[in-house]
């Protein structure tokens, strides 16, 4: 049997799991829905039901109740609630949806919501009667769009998070303990992923730098992948052997897998199940040999199926001599997030992205030394599969020394590729073809070839490019068409272009 070490509460001192919130010292509840029931929750209102969102999710569909499911117990005081949130309509601007704590009952509790007018709202409900305690701008689309939101209750202090950042924080002491709850009122919405945990003492939602030698997640998804949470929530596991490491992956449920040192494994490539963070502890750990494949076996289905793989975080990883990808996402996956890893000198691609897959980030990370570097969308011939899909956010990766497959982009609208550092790429940087329309702003490009182009090869796709620097024997940008905004789809900050070259020489690759 493979030798899994499972770390214990106690341990989680050492080897702490942080993301973008307070460090869970202990969990106290979870549900994802995937066993297709809502057990446990007892409803107030509205219409409630498991449904297929991506995957099993908790869903509310009037807009014509206050509706609110209940669970937990009235003893729990300091805690944090956190869930992916998905509003689909509101009845009018001021109706909202998110999450409640200390539950006294169906009229009396304190509620973190997002509003149909676009705000965060922090509010305190009583007698049915909800009291604001404080508000901030969202960010992102009102609908339509999954976000994660937090509301962590800790004595008097009560703090609300979007997406893992801190937005409004107040002070109440109504309320001392209850239960927690989903609310939409006078509007429809999708929840998922709940995780009820109590925080270790500290000043509030913060994302500590990382220590050298820890296991954590650190900082949360900007773009497609936000709400992505992988493994958090479930136990920890540390592995330094390729059976562990491949018996942890394929475990069902919420896993954080600690990688230490550098792993082989045998050549081909291993299913990573939903929830899970594999994550390398120090500046050593990696893989080689084999690679990562998220996702279901190949078929020709074109409608996104229930069970795909979703919710993936894969950071601070080394990879090297990969049989075929490194890592390969298809069959659409969905929620995954790749960040901070070093890939080189693999066989296939360093990142592929495939077969109707999407809400991906890949940032953060250098990929050097290789031809075929990131691939988004495998063939001209898979339309059935990838239109309408294929959303990706690429932002702050080096791409060294990599010639092409900048990536390489097919039929996905929006792919939003900002703050990019490009270095010596002799034949392509972003080639956005067949379909697909791409956003290419605020990047650095020094010698690269042709940096952004609509016309490389096959049918020709759409691309702006704005406020990009080019720099050393770099061509000029070939584009054309118009590409939908991913400030749609959520908010970011972009850096200044001329920085960025400094910014992600600096940061780009393995954290620690």
Same mark, same amino acid.
């Given at each position: 049997?493979?030798?899994?070490?499972?770390?214990?509460?106690?341990?989680?001192?050492?080897?702490?799991?942080?993301?973008?919130?307070?460090?869970?010292?202990?969990?106290?509840?979870?549900?994802?829905?995937?066993?297709?029931?809502?057990?446990?929750?007892?409803?107030?209102?509205?219409?409630?039901?498991?449904?297929?969102?991506?995957?099993?999710?908790?869903?509310?569909?009037?807009?014509?109740?206050?509706?609110?499911?209940?669970?937990?117990?009235?003893?729990?005081?300091?805690?944090?609630?956190?869930?992916?949130?998905?509003?689909?309509?509101?009845?009018?601007?001021?109706?909202?949806?998110?999450?409640?704590? /200390? *539950?006294?009952? =169906?009229?009396?509790?304190? $509620?973190?919501?997002? %509003? +149909? #007018?676009?705000?965060?709202?922090?509010?305190? @409900?009583?007698?049915?009667?909800?009291?604001?305690?404080?508000?901030?701008?969202?960010?992102?689309?009102?609908?339509?769009?999954?976000?994660?939101?937090?509301?962590?209750?800790?004595?008097?202090?009560?703090?609300?998070?979007?997406?893992?950042?801190?937005?409004?924080?107040?002070?109440?002491?109504?309320?001392?303990?209850?239960?927690?709850?989903?609310?939409?009122?006078?509007?429809?919405?999708?929840?998922?992923?709940?995780?009820?945990?109590?925080?270790?003492?500290?000043?509030?939602?913060?994302?500590?730098?990382?220590?050298?030698?820890?296991? /954590? *997640?650190?900082? =949360?998804?900007?773009?497609? $992948?936000?709400?992505? %949470? +992988? #493994?958090?929530?479930?136990?920890?596991?540390? @592995?330094?052997?390729?059976?562990?490491?491949?018996?942890?992956?394929?475990?069902?449920?919420?896993?954080?897998?600690?990688?230490?040192?550098?792993?082989?494994?045998?050549?081909?490539?291993?299913?990573?199940?939903?929830?899970?963070?594999?994550?390398?502890?120090?500046?050593?750990?990696?893989?080689?040999?084999?690679?990562?494949?998220?996702?279901?076996?190949?078929?020709?289905?074109?409608?996104?199926?229930?069970?795909?793989?979703?919710?993936?975080?894969?950071?601070?990883?080394?990879?090297?001599?990969?049989?075929?990808?490194?890592?390969?996402?298809?069959?659409?996956?969905?929620?995954?997030?790749?960040?901070?890893?070093?890939?080189?000198?693999?066989?296939?691609g360093l990142i592929d992205i495939k077969r109707g897959s999407s809400l991906v980030t890949v940032s953060w990370n250098h990929t050097h030394h290789h031809t075929k570097n990131m691939l988004l969308g495998h063939d001209d011939k898979n339309a059935a599969q990838d239109t309408g899909r294929l959303r990706v956010t690429y932002h702050h990766n080096w791409f060294d020394a990599t010639p092409q497959r900048n990536p390489r982009v097919r039929f996905g609208d929006p792919v939003h590729v900002f703050n990019n550092y490009y270095f010596y790429n002799t034949d392509t940087g972003v080639a956005c073809q067949n379909n697909a329309g791409c956003l290419v702003e605020g990047n650095y490009f020094e010698d690269v070839e042709e940096p952004v182009t609509n016309t490389y090869a096959g049918p020709a796709g759409r691309c702006v490019a704005r406020n990009n620097v080019f720099v050393g024997e770099s061509g000029m940008p070939d584009c054309s068409g118009t590409v939908q905004e991913p400030s749609a789809f959520y908010?970011?900050?972009?850096?200044?272009?001329?920085?960025?070259?400094?910014?992600?020489?600096?940061?780009?690759?393995?954290?620690?």
């Amino acid at each position: 049997m493979p030798r899994i070490r499972w770390i214990t509460m106690a341990a989680l001192a050492v080897s702490a799991i942080v993301v973008a919130g307070p460090a869970y010292a202990d969990t106290l509840f979870s549900d994802n829905f995937d066993d297709g029931d809502a057990n446990g929750w007892s409803r107030s209102g509205g219409s409630w039901s498991v449904v297929t969102d991506g995957s099993p999710a908790f869903r509310q569909t009037s807009t014509g109740a206050n509706a609110r499911v209940l669970a937990g117990t009235t003893s729990w005081a300091d805690y944090t609630v956190r869930a992916r949130v998905k509003p689909i309509a509101f009845a009018a601007t001021g109706r909202t949806a998110g999450v409640a704590a /200390r *539950v006294r009952s =169906s009229s009396e509790y304190y $509620a973190f919501v997002l %509003t +149909g #007018g676009g705000a965060a709202q922090l509010q305190r @409900v009583s007698g049915g009667t909800a009291t604001v305690l404080g508000t901030a701008a969202a960010g992102g689309a009102a609908t339509g769009a999954w976000r994660v939101l937090a509301l962590t209750v800790q004595g008097s202090t009560l703090t609300g998070s979007v997406d893992g950042a801190a937005v409004v924080r107040a002070t109440d002491s109504t309320l001392s303990s209850g239960r927690i709850g989903l609310l939409a009122s006078y509007a429809s919405a999708s929840f998922d992923d709940v995780v009820v945990a109590s925080p270790t003492p500290g000043p509030g939602p913060t994302t500590p730098p990382p220590t050298p030698g820890t296991c /954590r *997640v650190t900082g =949360s998804p900007v773009g497609f $992948a936000q709400g992505t %949470t +992988g #493994g958090a929530g479930g136990p920890t596991v540390a @592995v330094d052997t390729a059976a562990e490491l491949l018996s942890a992956i394929a475990t069902t449920g919420p896993l954080t897998v600690c990688v230490s040192g550098t792993i082989t494994l045998p050549a081909g490539m291993y299913d990573v199940t939903s929830d899970k963070s594999i994550v390398g502890v120090g500046s050593t750990a990696g893989i080689t040999g084999g690679g990562f494949n998220i996702g279901l076996p190949v078929s020709d289905v074109t409608t996104a199926p229930a069970n795909a793989v979703h919710n993936v975080i894969v950071q601070n990883l080394t990879f090297r001599g990969a049989s075929d990808d490194s890592i390969n996402v298809q069959m659409f996956s969905h929620h995954v997030w790749i960040d901070h890893n070093d890939l080189a000198q693999g066989y296939d691609g360093l990142i592929d992205i495939k077969r109707g897959s999407s809400l991906v980030t890949v940032s953060w990370n250098h990929t050097h030394h290789h031809t075929k570097n990131m691939l988004l969308g495998h063939d001209d011939k898979n339309a059935a599969q990838d239109t309408g899909r294929l959303r990706v956010t690429y932002h702050h990766n080096w791409f060294d020394a990599t010639p092409q497959r900048n990536p390489r982009v097919r039929f996905g609208d929006p792919v939003h590729v900002f703050n990019n550092y490009y270095f010596y790429n002799t034949d392509t940087g972003v080639a956005c073809q067949n379909n697909a329309g791409c956003l290419v702003e605020g990047n650095y490009f020094e010698d690269v070839e042709e940096p952004v182009t609509n016309t490389y090869a096959g049918p020709a796709g759409r691309c702006v490019a704005r406020n990009n620097v080019f720099v050393g024997e770099s061509g000029m940008p070939d584009c054309s068409g118009t590409v939908q905004e991913p400030s749609a789809f959520y908010s970011y900050t972009l850096d200044d272009p001329n920085s960025v070259k400094a910014i992600v020489t600096a940061g780009a690759g393995v954290l620690r």
